[in-house]
T-cell receptor, first 115, second 112 residues
Framework: DAMVIQNPRYQVTQFGKPVTLSCSQT?????MYWYQQKSSQAPKLLFH???????NEADTPDNFQSRRPNTSFCFLDIRSPGLGDAAMYLC??????????????FGDGTRLSIL | QKEVEQNSGPLSVPEGAIASLNCTYS??????FFWYRQYSGKSPELIMF????GDKEDGRFTAQLNKASQYVSLLIRDSQPSDSATYLC????????????FGKGTLLTVNP
Protein backbone atom coordinates (compact mmCIF):
# COMPACT_ATOMS: atom_id res chain seq x y z
CA ASP A 1 0.00 0.00 0.00
CA ALA A 2 1.18 3.49 -0.80
CA MET A 3 1.86 5.36 2.38
CA VAL A 4 3.67 7.96 4.44
CA ILE A 5 6.13 6.54 6.96
CA GLN A 6 7.64 8.44 9.85
CA ASN A 7 10.53 7.34 12.01
CA PRO A 8 10.90 7.03 14.86
CA ARG A 9 7.41 6.80 16.37
CA TYR A 10 8.75 8.03 19.70
CA GLN A 11 11.86 10.14 20.25
CA VAL A 12 13.30 11.24 23.56
CA THR A 13 16.09 13.77 23.56
CA GLN A 14 17.83 16.00 26.03
CA PHE A 15 17.34 19.72 26.29
CA GLY A 16 19.58 21.34 23.65
CA LYS A 17 20.62 18.08 21.95
CA PRO A 18 19.96 18.11 18.20
CA VAL A 19 17.41 15.68 16.88
CA THR A 20 16.32 14.59 13.39
CA LEU A 21 12.95 13.15 12.46
CA SER A 22 12.42 11.41 9.15
CA CYS A 23 9.57 10.94 6.72
CA SER A 24 9.33 8.86 3.58
CA GLN A 25 6.50 8.40 1.10
CA THR A 26 5.57 5.99 -1.66
CA UNK A 27 2.69 8.14 -2.97
CA UNK A 28 4.97 10.06 -5.36
CA UNK A 29 3.42 13.31 -4.15
CA UNK A 30 5.30 16.46 -5.02
CA UNK A 31 4.42 18.38 -1.83
CA MET A 32 5.64 17.36 1.62
CA TYR A 33 4.70 19.14 4.84
CA TRP A 34 5.85 19.18 8.45
CA TYR A 35 3.34 20.04 11.16
CA GLN A 36 3.72 20.43 14.90
CA GLN A 37 0.73 19.45 17.01
CA LYS A 38 0.38 19.95 20.75
CA SER A 39 -2.37 18.52 22.90
CA SER A 40 -5.88 19.76 22.00
CA GLN A 41 -4.51 22.10 19.36
CA ALA A 42 -4.77 22.22 15.60
CA PRO A 43 -1.81 20.97 13.59
CA LYS A 44 0.51 23.94 13.01
CA LEU A 45 2.33 24.04 9.69
CA LEU A 46 6.06 24.57 10.16
CA PHE A 47 7.16 24.41 6.52
CA HIS A 48 6.67 22.53 3.30
CA UNK A 49 8.47 21.54 0.14
CA UNK A 50 6.74 22.08 -3.18
CA UNK A 51 8.89 19.90 -5.39
CA UNK A 52 12.41 21.05 -4.44
CA UNK A 53 11.32 24.50 -3.28
CA UNK A 54 11.43 25.05 0.48
CA UNK A 55 8.73 27.26 2.01
CA ASN A 56 9.01 28.36 5.62
CA GLU A 57 6.02 29.65 7.58
CA ALA A 58 6.63 33.15 8.93
CA ASP A 59 6.33 32.15 12.57
CA THR A 60 8.44 28.97 12.43
CA PRO A 61 11.44 29.38 14.79
CA ASP A 62 14.92 29.28 13.28
CA ASN A 63 15.57 26.28 15.51
CA PHE A 64 13.61 24.17 13.03
CA GLN A 65 15.16 23.21 9.70
CA SER A 66 14.25 20.76 6.97
CA ARG A 67 15.87 18.84 4.17
CA ARG A 68 14.40 17.03 1.19
CA PRO A 69 17.17 15.10 -0.56
CA ASN A 70 14.80 13.49 -3.06
CA THR A 71 11.09 13.18 -3.86
CA SER A 72 10.53 10.38 -1.37
CA PHE A 73 12.30 11.61 1.74
CA CYS A 74 12.05 14.65 3.98
CA PHE A 75 13.75 15.37 7.32
CA LEU A 76 12.95 17.71 10.19
CA ASP A 77 15.96 18.91 12.17
CA ILE A 78 15.57 20.59 15.54
CA ARG A 79 18.93 22.15 16.29
CA SER A 80 18.55 22.90 20.00
CA PRO A 81 15.31 21.47 21.36
CA GLY A 82 13.67 23.31 24.21
CA LEU A 83 10.98 22.08 26.57
CA GLY A 84 8.41 23.92 24.47
CA ASP A 85 9.25 21.76 21.46
CA ALA A 86 7.79 18.64 23.03
CA ALA A 87 4.93 17.74 20.71
CA MET A 88 3.70 15.37 18.02
CA TYR A 89 5.40 16.04 14.70
CA LEU A 90 3.37 15.11 11.66
CA CYS A 91 4.58 14.63 8.12
CA UNK A 92 2.02 14.89 5.34
CA UNK A 93 2.08 14.73 1.56
CA UNK A 94 -0.21 15.85 -1.21
CA UNK A 95 -0.34 16.32 -4.93
CA UNK A 96 0.06 19.99 -5.78
CA UNK A 97 -0.83 21.48 -9.12
CA UNK A 98 -3.83 22.74 -11.05
CA UNK A 99 -7.32 22.66 -9.64
CA UNK A 100 -8.64 22.42 -6.11
CA UNK A 101 -6.64 21.17 -3.13
CA UNK A 102 -5.96 17.48 -3.14
CA UNK A 103 -6.19 15.71 0.22
CA UNK A 104 -3.16 15.62 2.46
CA UNK A 105 -2.10 12.19 3.69
CA PHE A 106 -0.43 11.93 7.08
CA GLY A 107 2.14 9.59 8.51
CA ASP A 108 1.68 8.12 11.98
CA GLY A 109 3.64 10.97 13.56
CA THR A 110 6.65 11.16 15.85
CA ARG A 111 6.02 11.93 19.52
CA LEU A 112 8.98 14.02 20.74
CA SER A 113 9.78 14.28 24.43
CA ILE A 114 12.44 16.59 25.90
CA LEU A 115 14.24 15.70 29.13
CA GLN B 1 -12.04 35.95 13.70
CA LYS B 2 -10.22 32.64 13.43
CA GLU B 3 -9.92 31.25 9.92
CA VAL B 4 -11.48 27.89 10.75
CA GLU B 5 -13.69 27.53 13.81
CA GLN B 6 -15.10 24.42 15.41
CA ASN B 7 -16.88 23.83 18.67
CA SER B 8 -14.29 22.02 20.80
CA GLY B 9 -16.97 19.87 22.46
CA PRO B 10 -17.08 17.32 23.81
CA LEU B 11 -20.10 16.29 21.77
CA SER B 12 -21.69 13.28 23.35
CA VAL B 13 -24.19 11.08 21.47
CA PRO B 14 -25.67 7.65 22.19
CA GLU B 15 -24.72 4.68 20.04
CA GLY B 16 -26.87 4.51 16.91
CA ALA B 17 -27.65 8.25 16.87
CA ILE B 18 -26.64 10.82 14.27
CA ALA B 19 -23.64 12.94 15.23
CA SER B 20 -23.48 16.39 13.67
CA LEU B 21 -20.14 18.21 13.58
CA ASN B 22 -19.94 21.80 12.43
CA CYS B 23 -17.26 24.09 11.06
CA THR B 24 -17.26 27.72 9.90
CA TYR B 25 -14.57 29.46 7.91
CA SER B 26 -13.73 33.08 7.31
CA UNK B 27 -12.34 33.19 3.75
CA UNK B 28 -15.27 33.54 1.36
CA UNK B 29 -12.98 32.44 -1.48
CA UNK B 30 -12.28 29.00 0.04
CA UNK B 31 -12.79 26.16 -2.43
CA UNK B 32 -11.71 22.92 -0.75
CA PHE B 33 -12.94 21.40 2.51
CA PHE B 34 -11.74 18.34 4.35
CA TRP B 35 -12.71 16.32 7.38
CA TYR B 36 -10.11 14.33 9.27
CA ARG B 37 -10.59 11.96 12.20
CA GLN B 38 -7.89 11.84 14.87
CA TYR B 39 -7.86 9.26 17.62
CA SER B 40 -6.08 10.21 20.83
CA GLY B 41 -2.32 10.02 20.35
CA LYS B 42 -2.63 9.17 16.65
CA SER B 43 -2.28 11.13 13.42
CA PRO B 44 -5.16 12.63 11.39
CA GLU B 45 -6.93 10.28 8.99
CA LEU B 46 -8.85 11.61 5.99
CA ILE B 47 -12.59 10.95 6.20
CA MET B 48 -14.04 13.02 3.40
CA PHE B 49 -13.52 16.04 1.22
CA UNK B 50 -16.00 18.27 -0.60
CA UNK B 51 -15.61 21.02 -3.16
CA UNK B 52 -19.18 21.87 -4.24
CA UNK B 53 -22.23 23.17 -2.43
CA GLY B 54 -24.59 20.48 -1.24
CA ASP B 55 -24.18 17.02 0.23
CA LYS B 56 -21.62 14.31 -0.41
CA GLU B 57 -22.21 10.87 1.06
CA ASP B 58 -19.75 8.06 1.75
CA GLY B 59 -21.13 5.17 3.76
CA ARG B 60 -22.23 6.43 7.16
CA PHE B 61 -20.64 9.84 6.57
CA THR B 62 -22.18 12.86 4.85
CA ALA B 63 -20.38 16.13 4.29
CA GLN B 64 -22.52 19.21 3.75
CA LEU B 65 -21.21 22.46 2.31
CA ASN B 66 -22.91 25.85 2.20
CA LYS B 67 -20.53 28.41 0.73
CA ALA B 68 -23.00 31.28 1.09
CA SER B 69 -23.08 30.71 4.84
CA GLN B 70 -19.39 29.71 4.97
CA TYR B 71 -20.34 26.55 6.76
CA VAL B 72 -19.35 22.90 6.36
CA SER B 73 -20.62 20.02 8.42
CA LEU B 74 -20.06 16.30 8.86
CA LEU B 75 -22.91 13.96 9.74
CA ILE B 76 -22.18 10.51 11.09
CA ARG B 77 -25.17 8.17 10.93
CA ASP B 78 -25.55 5.12 13.17
CA SER B 79 -22.73 6.36 15.41
CA GLN B 80 -20.53 3.67 16.91
CA PRO B 81 -18.25 3.81 19.96
CA SER B 82 -15.35 3.39 17.51
CA ASP B 83 -16.29 6.79 16.05
CA SER B 84 -15.21 8.42 19.32
CA ALA B 85 -12.36 10.71 18.29
CA THR B 86 -11.50 14.33 17.52
CA TYR B 87 -12.76 15.51 14.14
CA LEU B 88 -10.68 18.16 12.42
CA CYS B 89 -12.09 20.46 9.78
CA UNK B 90 -9.58 21.78 7.24
CA UNK B 91 -9.97 24.43 4.55
CA UNK B 92 -7.59 25.44 1.82
CA UNK B 93 -5.30 28.16 3.15
CA UNK B 94 -5.93 31.66 1.86
CA UNK B 95 -4.45 32.04 -1.60
CA UNK B 96 -3.22 28.45 -1.80
CA UNK B 97 -4.49 25.42 -3.68
CA UNK B 98 -2.43 22.93 -1.69
CA UNK B 99 -1.87 24.25 1.86
CA UNK B 100 -4.57 23.69 4.48
CA UNK B 101 -5.71 25.58 7.55
CA PHE B 102 -7.02 23.32 10.31
CA GLY B 103 -9.56 23.95 13.01
CA LYS B 104 -8.81 22.82 16.56
CA GLY B 105 -11.23 19.95 16.24
CA THR B 106 -14.38 18.71 17.95
CA LEU B 107 -14.13 15.82 20.39
CA LEU B 108 -16.91 13.30 19.75
CA THR B 109 -17.85 10.68 22.32
CA VAL B 110 -20.28 7.91 21.36
CA ASN B 111 -21.73 6.23 24.42
CA PRO B 112 -22.65 2.50 24.24
Amino acid sequence: DAMVIQNPRYQVTQFGKPVTLSCSQTLNHNVMYWYQQKSSQAPKLLFHYYDKDFNNEADTPDNFQSRRPNTSFCFLDIRSPGLGDAAMYLCATSRGGQGPNQPQHFGDGTRLSIL
Amino acid sequence: QKEVEQNSGPLSVPEGAIASLNCTYSDRGSQSFFWYRQYSGKSPELIMFIYSNGDKEDGRFTAQLNKASQYVSLLIRDSQPSDSATYLCAVNARGSNYKLTFGKGTLLTVNP
